[in-house]
């Protein structure tokens, strides 16, 4: 009796633990676009892509990875540098929050062709 108790509360504990929600289609789609937008060199572009998907750079563009790239190195090797010195000069330096350290660094990692 005494091990079923023990094994219930240990099955019970394993379920309470908070679990990592899956990439839904629609936020894979809005970062499938930022990775794109980044392509283009046009910082309009890329800012107002973020505004219609609603991306929250200072949340997403530190962990967002484009084909195995981080989102700046991304747009950077297809040549759109003033895309990626926006990205760096303004999302990545100096903008740590509660927030971003209780996200636990999870990566958002999309691939598209």
């Known amino acids: 009796m005494k091990t079923l108790t023990l094994t219930a509360a240990a099955l019970g504990l ?3 633990l908070p679990a990592q929600a899956a990439m839904t289609s629609a936020m ?3 970062l499938i676009a930022t990775c794109k937008a980044s392509l283009t060199n046009s910082r309009l572009t890329f800012n107002n892509t973020m505004k219609v998907y609603r991306v929250n750079p200072y949340r997403v563009l ?4 484009c084909n195995g790239d981080d989102v700046a190195t991304f747009a950077e090797i297809h040549g759109a540098n003033k895309v990626a010195d926006l990205i760096r000069d303004r999302y990545y330096e100096g903008q740590v929050t509660i927030q971003d350290i209780a996200l636990n660094g ?3 990692e999309v691939w598209f062709d």
Do not use: I, P, T, Y
């Open 14 to 16: 394993a379920l309470a």
């Open 28 to 30: 894979e789609q809005s």
């Open 62 to 65: 530190d962990k967002l990875v």
């Open 106 to 108: 999870q990566r958002l």
